[in-house]
């Protein structure tokens, strides 16, 4: 029943979301086909209900929504061009430089914002007039800016890791937040390899003349509000001053307050910041609570365990298996946005890798950066396709770049996905694991 059960699912998800249903009423209408062979009609549409309050009246769920907010005050905040500044101060003198700046205020402005499709837009702008003053390769520019936005999804803090902490059954948020560092560091790292060696060999040089430390004093100063806004709410929640949650509100203030000193947040952009994030948070919220009966329905019918045991009928060897999770995870968010999938495949994957002892943090860190993929590999790839609009090219002039930052950035899967001290290192050496 439960393999029966699974397929009806993925059928009747595949079908809805192809003739355009949203994901949210996807999820909850194939959920409720595959049950309606054990369990009749009002039965299941009642506990189909009850199990979609359920998942939304979650006190650790109010993060999402304020987070969203903070990140959307940040957006419209002034952040951008003050850490384009202080990461072209860094790293202005490597090859590339532009290039690698990019990719360093991705990182950042990604965190910030909690948006990968955000920070290609922003920090793409930002420094796409001086590339082409310079006169690097649009296409180029395009891809490095594509490649490098999500990785500030992985830097906390970040709504991915909170939904995978609720779809995991309340995997520790601290932990999460902590072991999202080296492997949203890893993604930018890998990136500036690529980077830097492409501008090689086409010439990029970087700024010419020393090093200029008082360039760098400056444009700290003018970073360190933006910067605060990490450590203040990172800070607070792994050392345990307040939650999550909580630091999430903490964020809207702090966001709201910086964007009002910079004068780039008026009363009328506000308050279209505040609808914007509404609406955002509800889609989120709500697939959320629909995905509730998904959980149900699976833990109901056992297809995780019988997804369990067919993975290990097939392989006993977590090399292998590890490596098929992360084919089926590529090719899944290749066509899915990263939080309905996170919703899906925690139920069915981490019963797998908890049989083989993986700590429920690794393999968190292992699913959102697989997925996070997903947002710069076409059909999908949002954030791709907006790096490419901002950076004036074309696909077809892109992709052969993003080539080689693919082969990177999955060289930075493998090693998170088989170094288990990349993700739990840093959790481990604070205590919360």
């Known amino acids: 029943m439960a393999i029966q059960s699974l397929l009806i ?45 359920v998942g939304m009246s979650k006190f650790s769920l109010t993060a999402i929504p304020f987070f969203i907010l903070a990140g959307n005050l940040m957006n419209q905040g002034g952040i951008a061009k003050r850490l384009v500044d202080f990461v072209m101060a860094i790293l202005g003198k490597l090859p590339g430089a532009l290039l690698v700046t990019n990719i360093g205020a991705n990182a950042l402005f990604g965190a910030i914002s909690g948006s990968a499709s955000a920070a290609a837009a922003a920090v793409g702008s930002m420094v796409e007039k001086g590339e082409e003053e310079q006169g690097y390769d649009k296409a180029l520019c395009a891809a490095t800016n594509g490649a490098s936005a999500p990785s500030g999804l992985l830097i906390p803090p970040s709504n991915a890791l909170i939904t995978y902490s609720l779809a995991a059954g309340g995997t520790s948020v601290a ?37 200029d430390w008082k360039n760098l004093g400056v444009c700290t100063l003018k970073a360190i509000p933006s910067l605060s806004l990490i450590v203040v709410v990172i800070g607070g929640i792994i050392g345990g001053i307040f939650t999550a949650t909580e630091g999430s509100a903490i964020a809207v203030v702090y966001a709201l307050v910086l964007g009002i000193c910079y004068r780039n947040i008026t009363l009328e952009s506000f308050w279209n910041i505040v609808v ?77 890798v908890r049989t083989f002892g993986m700590d429920p943090v690794q393999f968190g860190l292992i699913l959102v950066y697989n997925l996070c993929i997903g947002n710069i590999t076409p059909p999908v790839g949002n954030t791709l396709f907006v790096a490419i609009k901002v950076g004036r090219s074309s696909l077809s002039k892109v992709m052969p770049y993003m080539l080689w930052y693919y082969v990177a950035i999955l060289i930075g899967l493998l090693l998170v996905t088989y170094v288990p001290v990349v993700s739990l290192g840093l959790p481990q050496a604070v205590g919360l694991i």
């Open 9 to 53: 699912i993925l059928v009747v998800l595949a079908v809805l979301l192809v003739i355009g249903v949203p994901i949210s009423y996807a999820i909850g209408i194939s959920s409720l086909i595959a049950i309606l062979q054990t369990v009749s009609l009002d039965v299941s549409v009642i506990t189909g209900a009850q199990r979609i309050f």
């Open 276 to 352: 914007d994030s509404a609406k955002m948070s509800g889609m989120v919220v709500f697939l959320i609570g629909v995905s509730n009966i998904l959980g149900w329905v699976m833990a109901f019918t056992q297809i995780p365990q019988a997804i369990s045991e067919a993975l290990l009928g097939l392989t006993q060897n977590p090399i292998a298996i590890l490596l098929i999770m992360n084919v089926i995870l590529l090719i899944a968010g290749t066509f899915m946005d990263v939080t309905p999938a996170i919703l899906i495949f925690t139920p069915l994957f981490l019963p797998v």
């Open 175 to 211: 932990a999460l937040f902590m072991a999202g560092y080296i492997p949203g560091i890893l993604w930018a790292l890998c990136c500036m390899a690529v980077a830097m060696v492409i501008a090689a060999r086409k010439g990029y040089r970087g700024m010419p003349g020393r090093f």
